[in-house]
């Protein structure tokens, strides 16, 4: 019997071949085959045995690859904001990207003092390949103006650099499961780092899993904090907004917080 545990690919084939050159002309089972059984009763039906099949070599383990530390080696391998986005597209091991139209990278201003990370691509995200332009995006995107910040602002202290936790729609705009998150969040860490804002602001609860490792965005909202090394201010999720009006009191409260530190106040 030939252990694949024990023994490698090269000695289980030089194994086989020197079975076959002792005469073996058939593989057999691990249990041993009753041919004194009658036939009726047998498993094996009573017409010819099959022809003998040449033995083949047990094939060797599938590599196991841990895809967060593929993650992070492709991450850390990235020296620019284009280097990643390239690494993230060769990416292979994460399922979302095959049923995705588009890789959602990021959107805005590149070097903007404020970095929004929100949670995963829509559908017009999808289509558009590019970060918040469903209803949700143009709700982001007022919320923004009214502090006086933007995408593509006239003077470049005004701009604002948008990108998702995960760069690839989930199918039916399902939640990203705790390892997609996982896989994805070096690559977040590392478009932080490239990206350099001075602030980041944590979109909805699936950012502050990817960042602060937690959950339980009523409670976090509003309340400064550190995530991938950068001050960070939870926000709720202008999609929740969209549905819960009477939340965009508070939303207005935490945008408000984040222009007192834009200009050096508490
Ligand atoms: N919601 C998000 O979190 N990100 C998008 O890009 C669009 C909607």
Redesign the pocket.
């Known amino acids: 019997m030939v252990m694949e545990s024990v023994l490698g690919y090269h000695d289980a084939k030089a194994l086989l071949a020197w079975q076959i050159e002792l005469g073996a002309t058939e593989a057999i089972g691990d249990t041993a085959v009753n041919r004194y059984e009658l036939p009726e009763k047998s498993a094996k039906p009573a017409t010819a045995p099959p022809a003998p099949t040449a033995p083949t070599a047990a094939p060797g383990p599938e590599p196991v690859v841990d895809p967060v530390a593929a993650a992070t080696s492709a991450a850390a391998n990235a020296g620019s904001l284009e280097d990643l986005k390239d690494a993230l597209a060769a990416f292979p091991h994460c399922d979302l990207k095959r049923g995705a139209r588009n890789l959602?990278f990021s959107d805005g201003t590149p070097g903007a003092r404020v970095m929004i990370i929100?949670?995963?691509?829509?559908r017009?995200?999808d289509r558009e390949g590019?970060?918040?332009?469903?209803r949700?995006?143009q709700l982001l995107d007022r919320m923004f103006a009214a502090i006086g910040l933007g995408r593509a602002p006239k003077r470049p202290e005004d701009g604002i650099y948008?990108t998702?936790v995960l760069p690839w729609r989930p199918p039916q705009n399902r939640d990203p499961t705790a390892d997609e998150i996982a896989m994805m969040r070096p690559f977040l860490a590392r478009h932080v780092a490239l990206a350099n804002p001075d602030f980041v602001v944590l979109?909805?609860n699936?950012?502050c899993d990817a960042g602060l490792e937690k959950r339980g965005i009523t409670r976090l909202r509003g309340t400064w904090t550190t995530a991938f090394g950068k001050p960070a201010l939870p926000m709720v999720?202008?999609?929740y907004l969209l549905r819960t009006p009477s939340a965009k009191r508070e939303a207005w409260a935490d945008l408000l917080s984040l222009q007192a530190r834009l200009r050096g106040g508490a």
Do not use: K, L, Q
């Not at 929100?118 to 829509?122: C, H, K, T, W």
């Open positions: 959602v929100g949670e995963a691509p829509g017009d995200e590019r970060p918040f332009v469903g949700a995006g948008i998702n979109m909805g699936i950012s999720h202008p999609a």
